[in-house]
């Protein structure tokens, strides 16, 4: 695309994401669609760079999805806000911004000075409309600070999350607030091993409820004749049915799960069989 084409379709289309479609990003199309450019803020980002930054070849105009053992939420390119004038090197590897805009909201003014207390803000104004961007590592401290502004914010219709580049659906950011957000509050860092007897599993995330009083991992045992048989596959979908949520918890660690799965026996005798959930309703004696 020439570098005039490029101008005049990021002006004239870029609002509702006609560029970010020709460039084969229809993800990021259909955000610009919905929120009209990122609520004119995008938009006018990419202008700026249409007219004053080197044409640029379109890529991935038919981009191929790679297709995994399981698939985190969204998989688009990330989507880097302020980039024209940040330096990305400087995020932490992983880290959440929180993005807003003004509100009638009562608590609109507390929402502000909660984001310009965080260790990355960012503030934008286009055309009279404002929006703060908030960035977080997983430090514990940084991501319980994460939530409280979170909860403030999270049912303005402005509000946006992003996880390493990724936008999140809010339902998901809840269920990793109440999981990691726990993690951070206990201090426990073999929280995710067990946040109580009944929790406790091998494999370091106990929502994955294959846990000591929830699906135990001996539950997954089937008997054949004189002998016990781990279903890895009944317990490998039950594994990845619950990682497409929690995939994007700052230790959600998917390869040392299924190295333990791994190190569970294939093929138990009864008496071995009798042991193994004697010994696993003690105590969690596996190594990872």
Request: net charge positive; proline share 5%; hydrophobic share 35%.
């Amino acid at each position: 695309m020439t570098k005039t084409t490029r101008i005049l379709v990021t002006v004239f289309g870029g609002w509702f994401g006609l560029h970010k479609y020709i460039d084969g990003k229809i993800g990021l199309g259909l955000i610009y669609t919905v929120t009209g450019g990122l609520f004119g803020i995008g938009w006018f980002i990419d202008c700026i760079k249409a007219l004053f930054l080197p044409a640029t070849p379109s890529k991935n105009l038919n981009p191929v999805i790679k297709v995994e053992t399981f698939q985190a939420p969204y998989t688009e390119p990330p989507v880097q806000f302020y980039e024209n004038h940040e330096d990305n090197s400087l995020l932490p590897e992983w880290h959440v911004s929180v993005s807003f805009g003004k509100s009638s909201s009562e608590n609109y003014q507390k929402a502000v000075a909660l984001a310009r207390m965080a260790p990355q803000y960012h503030e934008q104004t286009d055309n009279g409309k404002i929006l703060h961007q908030a960035i977080y590592s997983s430090n514990p401290k940084e991501y319980l600070a994460f939530i409280m502004l979170y909860e403030l914010v999270s049912n303005w219709k402005s509000t946006f999350v992003i996880i390493n580049g990724q936008l999140i659906d809010r339902k998901i950011i809840g269920q990793l607030n109440y999981c990691y957000g726990d993690r951070c509050r206990s201090g426990n860092p073999r929280f995710c091993y067990g946040a109580s007897y009944m929790t406790e599993n091998p494999f370091g995330c106990h929502r994955l409820q294959i846990s000591t009083c929830n699906h135990p991992w001996w539950s997954f045992y089937v008997r054949r004749g004189n002998s016990w048989e781990l279903n890895r596959t009944a317990m490998l979908e039950r594994i990845n049915s619950y990682s497409s949520v929690y995939a994007l918890c700052p230790v959600f660690d998917y390869e040392r799960i299924i190295r333990q799965m791994n190190k569970l026996p294939i093929k138990l005798n009864p008496s071995q069989y009798q042991e193994l959930i004697k010994q696993s309703q003690n105590s969690i004696n596996l190594q990872i």
